[in-house]
C-alpha cells in the first residue's frame, strides 16, 4: 500500500494530483500498461499524457527501489541493536538516496580500516576523551595518561595517530557535515579534463577537452559523456577542481569550535578527515551524479529521435524495387509487393568497375514492367549517389526514386529475424528486402530491431545499458500503440509491442492467424491460446480489423464502448456505417447524454474524435528528399556549398544531417537559426528536409561543419 508521504515524493516529481497518482499506482499493480491506462482511463488520470503517466510509473518504481534498500538499512541496524525511533522514522521518510546513505554510514559493516584497527587496540576511549570539552590537557599529557593507565606499549605519537583515525572517521560519517559540504561542492564545483602526456602532440576527437574545465551546475550531458568517454579510452583524465582545505574550513565548526583546548590536533585530524574520507567519497558521488544526470539526458535524447524515426512517413502500400548499392559486387535488387511480401532478386552492375550499363537498364525496366512498380528506393551506402543517378536518368518519369538511410538494415540482415525470414538468401539481398520495407513501413521493419541498434541518439555506448533499453523499449511501445496495428497483416515483432501481448502471445497469434486465417473480429482474440481476458482488454483497442464484421473494429474505439456507439446510433437513427466519416451526422450528437458512472466524458469525446477519422494514422504524408548530383563523398565537398539534407539525429549540441557523402555533417546548436536556440528541437527534428550551407570540412577527422542559416543574396 503507497502512503502519503510516497504520493507527495510523486506528486513533486510528476506535478499530477494525488488522486490521479492513487488511481495510475492502483491500475499499474493490477498489471495495467502505460499505453491503455492513457488512452483508455482518461477519467482516472484526470486526462494527463502518456508521458506524465510515464513519470508516474519511473517515480513509483524509484520509489520501490529506494524501499528495498531502506529494508536492508533498517534490518542491518535493528541487528546491531542500534535501531531507535527517530532513526527509524527518518529512514522510512527519506527518499534521497545519498541522504540515505549518510543516514547508515556509522552503522554500515566496515571493513579492517584504521579506525576499526586502533577501536580493536582498545582506543576508542581515549578518542572519546580527546572529543569532550570538560577534560583538560594537551594531547600529548592525555595519550601518556591513557598509555600508563591502560598499560599500552604504543608511544604517545603512536596513540595520538590511532585516536585521530577514530575521530578522522566519526568526523566523515557527520551527517550535517556531508551533506553541508555535498550540497556547496555541487553549487561551486567544477569538472576538469586534461590530455594525458602520451597525446599531448596528437589529433583526437577529444582535442577541445585537453585542458577543459566547466561548472557542474552547468555543463551540458554531452560534454560530460565525451569527457568521460575520453578518460575511457585514455586520451583524458578528469577531476573536480576545488581548494578542499579553503572550502572545508568553514565548516568545522559542525564537529567542534575553535576554542576547543585541544583545536590544533582537532584541526589536523579534521584535514586528514576530509582529504582522506571525505572528500574522495563526495567527489565520487559527485562524478556519479554527473554521469547519471548525463545518461538520463541522452537517453531522453535517444528516445526521442526514436520516436521520430518510428514515426517517419511511410511510403505506404505500393509494389517496390529495393536495391542495395555496390561497386565490385554489384547492386543488389529486391522486389516487393504492396504488403512487403518478397517477390525476387537480382544483382545489376550499374557503378564502377563493370559500369554495366545497358543491360542493368532492361534489367531495371523489365522489372518495372512486369511488377507494376511504382518506386524504386536506394540504400544510402558505399555507391548509391552512382546508383541514384543511373536509376533516375534510366526510368519513367512516374516512378518514385528515393535514397533512404541503411540504417538498421544491416543489422536485420545478420540478426536471428532475418535468418529464419530468409534462410535461404545472402546477407546483402535481405539488406535490400529490409531497405525496401523500411521505405513503405518504417514502423513495421524498425521494430524488428534492438532499438539500441538504430543509432540515434549520443553516446549511446557509453550510457547506462539497463536504463537505454528500458526506455527505449517504452517508446517502441508507446509508437506502435499510438499508430495502431492491423491485426492481419503485421508480424510478430509488431504484435508483441501491443498493449498487454508480449513476445509470448505475439506468437501465439500469429500462429493462430496462420492456422485459422485473418481474424474476422476483434473478438477472435479471445480464442488465441493463453490470451485471457486482461490482455484482450488491453490490446483490443489498440489492434485494427480492417474489413471485418463490426466496422469499428477498424477504429480506435474500444470494444468496452461499443454499447454507447450503439446508442449514439440508435438516438439520432443512423447505421453504425453510416455514421464513421459523417461530419453531418457526427454535430447531431450531444456528448452530454452520454456521460455515466462508467463512461466519463473524456472517454466520449475519443468516441467522438475517432468517429470522425476513424484508425487516425498520426504519421506524416511521405515527401522523398533528393541529393544534389554535384557531390557524392566528403572530397567533393567545399566550403559554401548550399545543399538538400536530411536532419538524421539531434543532440544536444546539435544536428547531424545526411547530405548525400557518406558522412553526416553537424550543424552546432548555434548554426541552427539566426535567434538564439536553447533546444534543438525547437527547430528541427529527426527526419525533417533541410537547405544546409557548408562551413568547414575536416578530411583527416572526417568532419562537417554546416548551417542552417543561409547567406543573405547579393
Known amino acids: 500500500m503507497i502512503t502519503e508521504a510516497e504520493i507527495r515524493f510523486i506528486s513533486t516529481n510528476c506535478r499530477t494530483n494525488r488522486a490521479g497518482i492513487t488511481n495510475?499506482?492502483?491500475?499499474?499493480?493490477?498489471?495495467?500498461?502505460v499505453p491503455f491506462i492513457s488512452r483508455y482511463r482518461k477519467e482516472q488520470t484526470g486526462n494527463i499524457d502518456e508521458e506524465s503517466v510515464n513519470s508516474v510509473s519511473d517515480s513509483f518504481d524509484l520509489i520501490k527501489e529506494i524501499n528495498l534498500r531502506k529494508a536492508t538499512i533498517l534490518k542491518t541496524i535493528e541487528q546491531q541493536g542500534k535501531l531507535s525511533d527517530e532513526l527509524k522514522n527518518k529512514i522510512t521518510t527519506c527518499f534521497s538516496s545519498s541522504e540515505l546513505e549518510d543516514l547508515y554510514l556509522p552503522y554500515k559493516p566496515k571493513k579492517r580500516t584504521k579506525a576499526v584497527i586502533a577501536k580493536e587496540k582498545g582506543f576508542a576511549p581515549f578518542a572519546d576523551d580527546i572529543?569532550?570539552?570538560?577534560?583538560?590537557?594537551?594531547?600529548?599529557?592525555?595519550?601518556?595518561k591513557f598509555i600508563i593507565s591502560g598499560d599500552k606499549t604504543e608511544s604517545i605519537e603512536e596513540a595520538l595517530e590511532l585516536a585521530g583515525f577514530i575521530i578522522a572517521e566519526n568526523f566523515s560519517e557527520n551527517i550535517k557535515l556531508r551533506s553541508g559540504l555535498r550540497d556547496h561542492l555541487n553549487k561551486t564545483v567544477s569538472l576538469v579534463s586534461q590530455v594525458k602526456k602520451e597525446f599531448r602532440d596528437k589529433r583526437s576527437k577529444f582535442e577541445q577537452y585537453y585542458k577543459f574545465s566547466e561548472s557542474v551546475r552547468t555543463i551540458p550531458s554531452h560534454r560530460i559523456l565525451a569527457i568521460f568517454r575520453g578518460e575511457n579510452e585514455g586520451v583524458l583524465k578528469k577531476s573536480i577542481d576545488v581548494d578542499i582545505d579553503r572550502v572545508s574550513r568553514s565548516f568545522r565548526k559542525i564537529l567542534y569550535s575553535e576554542n576547543h583546548e585541544r583545536a590544533l590536533f582537532l584541526d589536523?585530524?579534521?584535514?586528514?578527515?576530509?582529504k582522506r574520507l571525505v572528500f574522495p567519497s563526495i567527489e565520487n558521488e559527485i562524478m556519479s551524479e554527473?554521469?547519471?544526470?548525463?545518461?538520463?539526458?541522452?537517453?531522453?535524447?535517444?528516445?526521442?529521435?526514436?520516436?521520430?524515426?518510428?514515426?517517419?512517413?511511410?511510403?505506404?502500400?505500393?509494389?517496390?524495387?529495393?536495391?542495395?548499392?555496390?561497386?565490385?559486387?554489384?547492386?543488389?535488387?529486391?522486389?516487393?509487393?504492396?504488403?512487403?511480401?518478397?517477390?525476387?532478386?537480382?544483382?545489376?552492375?550499374?557503378?564502377?568497375?563493370?559500369?554495366?550499363?545497358?543491360?542493368?537498364?532492361?534489367?531495371?525496366?523489365?522489372?518495372?514492367?512486369?511488377?507494376?512498380?511504382?518506386?524504386?528506393?536506394?540504400?544510402?551506402?558505399t555507391a548509391s549517389r552512382e546508383t541514384f543517378s543511373f536509376v533516375k536518368g534510366n526510368v519513367p518519369d512516374n516512378i518514385i526514386v528515393s535514397v533512404i538511410s541503411e540504417s538498421g538494415a544491416s543489422i536485420y540482415s545478420a540478426s536471428k529475424a532475418g535468418r529464419e525470414e530468409f534462410p535461404d538468401l545472402d546477407v546483402t539481398v535481405r539488406g535490400a528486402i529490409s531497405i525496401g520495407r523500411k521505405f513503405q513501413d518504417p514502423l513495421s521493419e524498425l521494430v524488428k530491431l534492438d532499438p539500441k541498434s538504430i543509432g540515434v541518439g549520443q553516446y549511446q555506448h557509453d550510457v547506462d545499458q539497463k536504463l537505454l533499453g528500458r526506455r527505449l523499449e517504452t517508446t517502441v511501445s508507446s509508437v506502435v500503440n499510438r499508430v495502431g496495428v492491423d491485426l492481419n497483416n503485421s508480424s510478430a515483432h509488431i504484435l508483441r509491442y501491443v498493449s498487454g501481448i508480449g513476445e509470448a502471445l505475439s506468437k501465439k497469434i500469429f500462429e493462430f492467424r496462420n492456422s485459422n486465417g485473418m481474424f474476422t473480429s476483434r473478438n477472435q482474440l479471445k480464442k488465441v491460446e493463453k490470451l485471457g481476458e486482461k490482455s484482450f482488454l488491453q490490446s483490443a483497442g489498440f489492434l485494427r480489423i480492417n474489413g471485418g464484421k463490426q466496422i469499428l473494429d477498424s477504429t480506435g474505439i474500444h470494444p468496452?464502448?461499443?454499447?454507447?456507439?450503439?446508442?449514439?446510433?440508435?438516438?439520432?437513427?443512423?447505421?453504425?456505417?453510416?455514421?464513421?466519416?459523417?461530419?453531418?451526422?457526427?454535430?447531431?450528437?450531444?456528448?452530454?447524454?452520454?456521460v455515466s458512472d462508467s463512461t466519463g466524458e473524456f472517454t466520449?469525446?475519443?468516441?467522438?474524435?475517432?468517429?470522425?477519422?476513424?484508425?487516425?494514422?498520426?504519421?506524416?504524408?511521405?515527401?522523398?528528399?533528393?541529393?544534389?548530383?554535384?557531390?557524392g563523398s566528403i572530397d567533393d565537398l567545399e566550403v559554401g556549398m548550399v545543399l538538400n539534407g536530411i536532419v538524421t539525429n539531434i543532440t544536444n549540441f546539435g544536428a547531424f544531417i545526411d547530405i548525400g557523402v557518406h558522412q553526416d555533417g553537424l550543424a552546432h546548436i548555434s548554426e541552427l537559426s539566426d535567434k538564439f536556440v536553447k533546444d534543438p528541437y525547437s527547430v528541427v527534428s529527426v527526419g525533417d528536409k533541410v537547405k544546409t550551407l557548408v562551413l568547414k570540412v575536416d578530411i583527416e577527422l572526417k568532419r562537417i561543419a554546416l548551417s542552417l542559416k543561409m547567406p543573405v543574396s547579393e
Open 290 to 381: 554527473l554521469k547519471k544526470d548525463a545518461d538520463e539526458k541522452a537517453v531522453a535524447v535517444f528516445a526521442t529521435n526514436l520516436e521520430k524515426i518510428l514515426l517517419s512517413a511511410p511510403a505506404g502500400n505500393i509494389n517496390v524495387i529495393a536495391l542495395d548499392p555496390g561497386y565490385r559486387t554489384g547492386c543488389k535488387l529486391a522486389v516487393l509487393d504492396r504488403t512487403g511480401k518478397y517477390v525476387y532478386y537480382t544483382t545489376i552492375y550499374p557503378t564502377k568497375p563493370r559500369e554495366d550499363v545497358e543491360n542493368s537498364k532492361v534489367v531495371l525496366n523489365d522489372l518495372i514492367k512486369k511488377h507494376s512498380i511504382n518506386a524504386i528506393v536506394i540504400g544510402n551506402g
Open 268 to 274: 589536523t585530524v579534521y584535514s586528514d578527515s576530509i
Open 24 to 33: 495510475i499506482i492502483k491500475m499499474l499493480e493490477e498489471g495495467l500498461s
Open 604 to 631: 466520449i469525446n475519443d468516441i467522438i474524435d475517432e468517429l470522425k477519422k476513424p484508425g487516425r494514422d498520426p504519421r506524416s504524408s511521405f515527401d522523398p528528399v533528393e541529393f544534389d548530383d554535384k557531390v
Open 131 to 144: 572529543l569532550d570539552r570538560d577534560i583538560k590537557g594537551t594531547p600529548e599529557e592525555m595519550a601518556e
Open 560 to 594: 468496452e464502448s461499443y454499447p454507447v456507439v450503439k446508442e449514439i446510433c440508435k438516438d439520432i437513427e443512423i447505421d453504425i456505417s453510416d455514421l464513421i466519416n459523417n461530419k453531418e451526422a457526427i454535430d447531431r450528437i450531444s456528448p452530454e447524454n452520454y
